[in-house]
T-cell receptor, first 114, second 112 residues
Framework: AQSVAQPEDQVNVAEGNPLTVKCTYSVSGNPYLFWYVQYPNRGLQFLLKYITGDNLVKGSYGFEAEFNKSQTSFHLKKPSALVSDSALYFCAVRENTGGFKTIFGAGTRLFVKA | GAGVSQTPSNKVTEKGKYVELRCDPISGHTALYWYRQSLGQGPEFLIYFQGTGAADDSGLPNDRFFAVRPEGSVSTLKIQRTERGDSAVYLC??????????FGPGTRLTVL
């Protein structure tokens, strides 16, 4: 069965600095990996995904993520954080076996300080 | 176009009562998912549909929970004999063939 771990409950970063939100996964076979963001009082929004191909994927709002198969990781990154990036971030995984069951991590709260 | 909608936005019920939560997915999305999210936690998978059929209901916590999608569009999550532990935000999402999911605003269920 697939699983996702987000080891940090909260990440604090100063505006303008690079940010990383960590995610590791466990899945049989090749994974489909996703990042979603949840702003206060708003629904979950898709940020980016890895299906196949280039290990570095780019998404919305300047975010990118790097797929590392050997480390089973899919860390979310942004070169320069904005205060408006402060939100709850979720990593998600599904198996590439024909089913669409998707498992989400517990979430990491990103706090960007001005 | 319209996004995923869920009704009601809030539902307060008494322990032991029956509730129905409705989800209207994005038109043309074949996959529909239900999740439960407790405060400070990630979405917990409950069930997903591919078309009209429940493709995977392994996340439903017990037989008090049931979901249907009779015409392959709108879905209803049904909870019988509600318990206080069922209180959470119930999220619905839809997608095209298992790609990125589009989430509704959720239904906040409170069981007194």
């Amino acid at each position: 069965a697939q699983s996702v771990a987000q080891p940090e409950d909260q990440v604090n970063v100063a505006e303008g600095n690079p940010l990383t939100v960590k995610c590791t996964y466990s899945v049989s076979g090749n994974p489909y990996l996703f990042w979603y963001v949840q702003y206060p009082n708003r629904g979950l929004q898709f940020l980016l995904k890895y299906i196949t191909g280039d290990n570095l994927v780019k998404g919305s709002y300047g975010f990118e993520a790097e797929f590392n198969k050997s480390q089973t990781s899919f860390h979310l990154k942004k070169p320069s954080a904005l205060v408006s990036d402060s939100a709850l971030y979720f990593c998600a995984v599904r198996e590439n076996t024909g089913g669409f069951k998707t498992i989400f991590g517990a979430g990491t709260r990103l706090f960007v300080k001005a | 176009g319209a996004g995923v909608s869920q009704t009601p936005s809030n539902k307060v019920t008494e322990k032991g009562k029956y509730v129905e939560l409705r989800c209207d997915p994005i038109s043309g999305h074949t996959a529909l998912y239900w999740y439960r999210q407790s405060l400070g936690q990630g979405p917990e998978f409950l069930i997903y549909f591919q078309g009209t059929g429940a493709a995977d209901d392994s996340g439903l916590p017990n037989d008090r929970f049931f979901a249907v999608r009779p015409e392959g569009s709108v879905s209803t999550l049904k909870i019988q004999r509600t318990e206080r532990g069922d209180s959470a935000v119930y999220l619905c999402a839809s997608s095209l063939q298992g790609n990125e999911q589009f989430f509704g605003p959720g239904t906040r269920l409170t069981v007194l």
